[in-house]
């Protein structure tokens, strides 16, 4: 076998194992194409070129696949094919004395068994104690919890 093809054959399992890493990941066809690839470039060095030139392309082989993964991974690769997206969004605490018990509102979102409701101009999330309620329904507070009220329709 030529130099030439030998080279192409490792070149491929190269840009195949970096399809794999960055592209696809787990182990799929690609990654297993790719080492196939890297062996039998190497292999195909050792039987057709001799055992110096099969070891300068085992170590050039070893030296290429590091190589391109690092700077694979040190440019960046994974911002652009990943999501950036950061959550903003806080947890409600119900200040203590806002909403008592008893208080009552209407509900936002339907109750199944839990959504929004809106009691004394403020928003916060809320637990139906008798299953579901609909939307713009009159409830009750029934009792506070840190971050959620527990409601009842109000009869």
Same mark, same amino acid.
């Given at each position: 076998?030529?130099v ?14 970096l ?5 696809i990941?787990? $182990? *799929?066809?690609?990654?297993?194409a /790719?080492?196939?690839? &890297?062996?039998?470039? #190497?292999?195909? =060095?050792? $039987? *057709?070129l001799?055992?110096?030139? /099969?070891?300068?392309? &085992?170590?050039?082989? #070893?030296?290429? =696949?590091?190589? *391109?993964?690092l ?8 911002r652009?094919?990943g ?10 605490t119900?200040e ?11 509900t ?18 809320a ?5 579901y ?6 409830v ?5 919890s ?10």
């Open positions: 076998m030529s030439v093809a030998i080279v192409l054959i490792i070149i491929a399992g190269i840009v195949l194992l399809i794999e890493f960055l592209v990941p787990g $182990v *799929s066809v690609f990654g297993i /790719g080492f196939l690839c &890297l062996i039998g470039g #190497v292999i195909s =060095s050792y $039987v *057709s001799g055992n110096t030139a /099969g070891h300068i392309t &085992l170590a050039a082989t #070893v030296a290429a =696949s590091v190589l *391109s993964i700077l694979a991974f040190r440019r960046k690769t994974w652009k094919m999501l950036s997206a950061s959550i903003d969004s806080r947890m409600v119900i203590p004395g806002k909403i008592k018990s008893g208080d009552t509102g209407r936002i979102t339907r109750l199944n068994p839990m959504g929004k409701v809106r009691v004394n101009e403020l928003t916060c999330e637990k139906s104690v008798s299953g309620i609909h939307e713009d329904t009159e009750e507070v029934i009792k506070i840190r971050n959620q009220l527990i409601v009842k329709p109000k009869t």
